[in-house]
Structures are given as C-alpha cells and as structure tokens.
C-alpha cells in the first residue's frame, strides 16, 4: 500500500501549561481550509498542568491528521519544535505558539509568501506586538545580542511565528546537541531569509511561560552553542588587563625614582588583587562553560526524550 501524499504543511504547536485555551486551540484549526490539506503536529513539553492528558480526547472528531508528541519532562521550546519538526510531512511548515497570539489567517499568508517568493524561510513582523512589556524588553535584548553573536541581518526581527520550506528544516535536523536553538540553526543554515507583516493577537488566556530564567538559558544557548564570542571578548579582557597591569608596573616604577614617591596604600593594592582575581574567574568560568557544555555533547546528553506519540487520522468520508 503506497504512503499518502504530503499535505501541502505542516503546523508544529509546542504546548507548555496551555491550561484553558488548548480546546480553543485546537477547535481553531477545524474551520481552517487549504488546498493540497494540512496536518498539525502538537507536542508537549512537560506541562505540569495536566496539558499532556487533555490532548487526546479533544482528537476524535478532527478532520485532519495529527501527531500528538508526549515529551517526557520539559526539555525548553526549542528542543520541543526540533522534536515536532522530525514527525512534519508537509512540504512547508509552520511554527507557531500555543498562546492564539498567531492568528491562523496569518499563518496562511506567511505560507503564501513563501511559497511565492525565493525565501527558504519568512518570519513574522508584528505591526504592533500584544506581549508584556518585560517579554518584548527581552526580545529586544534577543534581538541585539543575535545581531552581535549570530550576524543577524540589521531590520530581521527573530520569532517563533514563521514558515519554513521542508528541505531548510532538514539541514536544521542536522544539529542534534542538547542546547538547540532554532533560529541560530536557521541563520546558519541559509540566507534566503524574508519577512512579512501580521497582525498580533493579545493573549486570551493564562499567561507567557518565559520567565526570566528561561530567557537566560535561551541567551546562554545562543552566545555558547552558536559562537565563539565569550571566548574572544575573554581573550581581549585579558589583554587590556595585562595592559593595565604594565602600565601599573612603569607607574611604580616612575614613582621609586621621583623624589615624590609615595608608599603604597592597602585600599588600592586590595582593590587590584580583587580585579584581576574577578576577571581571570569570569574568563574560568566561560571556558567552563564551553567544556561542560562540550562534555555534554559528546557524552551524547539527549536533546530530548519522547514518552509516547499518539496518531489521529480523519475518518473517510
């Protein structure tokens, strides 16, 4: 019996504490039509909340398929979208929140233009964003720093919402380390890039699960998993250290053969030990990082650990 042909895309929803808005979520896609079908992959990441459970009873009736991938514990959002990627037979594929701030009429038109245009991937722009004032400062601090890390091009804003071809999420399948980060596997996977304008949606129920540590741990998986830039800005601190250091040595010595000298006070010699003692602890510690992070690697530290995948094909009509 030969496989089905592949929709036409893929929608990959990471679920995480969906609470309230998971029927209305799913409920969404129902009314949804696109020529060449659509399939919606589902994936939840650990929720505490009992979001795993809820899943498959609200399945029965859909008519269209899904994949329900059931997350041993929360492994972060990313690592769950790299999970809902491998299970996408869409020849395009689409990524969006679980929050309903991503309109569905949206999504369709971030489809339309990748489609139509040469772009390998289209990000969401939002005309005016709905998020709290600490998500978007955040975002705006992710925004810079992978400017400054990644080489993100000037005027790409980085999201969650966008569409992807199937081939570009192949080559990101690539990377299987346990700290993904999708759009620095994007950035250096290609650079057929493009943007489109839509519309943001305020959130209708619960609330934004990026809290301040988790936004933390996303900066430290971009600075260390996709650069090098720690170790340099390291290398430099320790250059204008040993820069300081000699001229503090011309200094003293300047002042032994002055008629003017003056003794040393214990303030500043304290002052310095603890300078030079705190820097060469934070050029430890990043070096630290690089090889925890290393170790984890190659000790083959898993990206992330499915408990079950529940499949739900329509009834033939």
């Not at 020849?91 to 245009?117: C, F, G, K």
Request: proline share 6%.
């Amino acid at each position: 019996m030969s496989a089905s042909p592949p929709p036409r895309v893929s929608f990959v929803v990471p679920l995480y504490n969906t609470g309230n808005a998971l029927p209305t979520l799913i409920e969404s896609f129902r009314s949804l039509t696109i020529p060449g079908g659509f399939e919606l992959i589902l994936i939840n990441d650990g929720s505490p909340d009992g979001t795993g459970n809820r899943v498959p009873p609200l399945l029965a009736s859909l008519p269209f398929p899904v994949t329900f991938v059931d997350l041993a514990r929360n492994f972060g959002e990313h690592a769950a979208v790299m999970e809902g990627f491998r299970h996408c037979r869409g020849t395009s594929i689409i990524n969006l929140d679980d929050d309903l701030q991503n309109p569905l009429r949206e999504a369709v038109r971030l489809l339309e233009h990748l489609e139509s245009s040469g772009a390998e991937v289209v990000y969401a722009r939002y005309a005016r964003k709905e998020h709290h004032p600490l998500r978007n400062l955040g975002s705006r601090f992710n925004d810079w720093a992978a400017t400054l890390v990644l080489g993100k091009p000037k005027g790409l804003y980085l999201c969650s919402f966008r569409a992807h071809r199937h081939d570009l999420i192949q080559r990101v399948l690539r990377y299987e380390g346990p700290y993904p980060y999708i759009d620095g596997l994007i950035l250096g996977s290609t650079d057929r890039i493009e943007t489109l304008e839509v519309a943001h949606a305020a959130r209708t129920d619960g609330q934004s699960g990026y809290t301040l540590r988790r936004l933390v741990r996303l900066w430290m998986n971009m600075f260390f998993n996709f650069s090098i830039m720690p170790l340099r800005v390291a290398s430099i601190l320790g250059l204008l250290l040993c820069a300081c250091g000699a001229i503090g040595v011309l200094i003293v010595i300047a002042e032994w053969f002055s008629a003017s000298r003056t003794v040393p006070g214990w303030a500043s010699l304290i002052t310095a030990i603890s300078l030079f003692s705190g820097c060469q602890l934070l050029m430890l510690g990043v070096i630290g990082e690089y090889l925890g992070r290393t170790y984890l690697t190659v000790s083959s530290k898993p990206q992330s650990l499915v408990r079950s995948i529940t499949s739900h094909q329509p009834k033939e009509q």
